[in-house]
């Protein structure tokens, strides 16, 4: 009783701390995924339903304009849940992607944090999976796998398409309208 009690303590002294950093590190990832935006995406969030599940819109805009926005997905990878937060622009091309959790084995599953980065062997970074679904070249696709870690590329390609499906299905912000000038008063002449 006196440990059930005790457990009970620490879990509610650590809830709030563990709730903050969370939500640091998610507001990092959108930073990192749809850069240059000035609004809060976390606190317009949007959720979409999809296939019986719920994806996490963040949408972003700079100056009242819609630029893209961040999309959180989940796909079953080797090892469990392989949790993705891509970041697409106003025309569905990947920004960037951050990898949120995953279970995959240490060493090569989870090389996938990187692995689909600018500049390595199977960036994804530019590509639109409105054009196409993105994946495996093993499969006949674009992308590269992680070498010996194809059921985990396979995942995370499958987070990516279903992060591109929900950002395609949600409606998506319109821009704020510009400002119109004011029309100039007409003021009598001294004739009238």
Not at 102 to 127: C, Q, R, Y
Not at 138 to 144: I, R
Request: no cysteine.
């Amino acid at each position: 009783m006196i440990s059930v009690a005790l457990l009970a303590y620490v879990n509610e002294l650590t809830k709030g701390p563990i709730a903050e950093a969370n939500a640091k590190a998610l507001s990092e990832a959108v930073k990192a995924v749809v850069p240059g935006f000035d609004n809060d995406p976390i606190a317009e969030k949007r959720v979409q339903e999809m296939d019986g599940a719920s994806f996490a819109i963040y949408p972003a805009t700079k100056e009242g304009q819609y630029i893209g926005a961040a999309v959180e997905a989940i796909s079953m990878g080797f090892g469990g849940e392989l949790k993705v937060l891509v970041g697409f622009d106003a025309q569905g091309n990947i920004l960037d992607y951050s990898v949120l959790q995953h279970a995959e084995t240490p060493g090569l599953g989870s090389k996938s944090v990187d692995w689909f980065k600018k500049g390595n062997a199977g960036d994804i970074t530019g590509m639109n999976p409105g054009q196409g679904e993105l994946t495996v070249s093993k499969d006949g696709g674009q992308v590269n796998a992680i070498t010996a870690s194809t059921i985990t590329s396979r995942a995370f390609l499958a987070a990516v398409n279903k992060a591109y499906a929900a950002y395609a299905a949600a409606e998506q912000p319109a821009a704020a309208p510009a400002e119109e000038p004011a029309a100039e008063e007409e003021t009598p002449s001294a004739n009238e």
